[in-house]
């Protein structure tokens, strides 16, 4: 929920950004990165 909540928040941001293609694909390397970590986490 709280990642949720966070990406809508980078949504509004990035936005108002002029490079918000090139932000993007950042987050989702970022996220892509993260989530694993979670799933092992949470088993």
Do not use: A, C, T, W
């Amino acid at each position: 929920l709280f990642l949720y909540v966070f990406i809508e928040n980078v949504n509004m941001h990035y936005q108002l950004m002029e490079n918000s293609e090139d932000f993007v694909k950042e987050m989702n390397k970022i996220l892509v990165n993260r989530i694993p970590g979670y799933l092992k986490n949470d088993v």
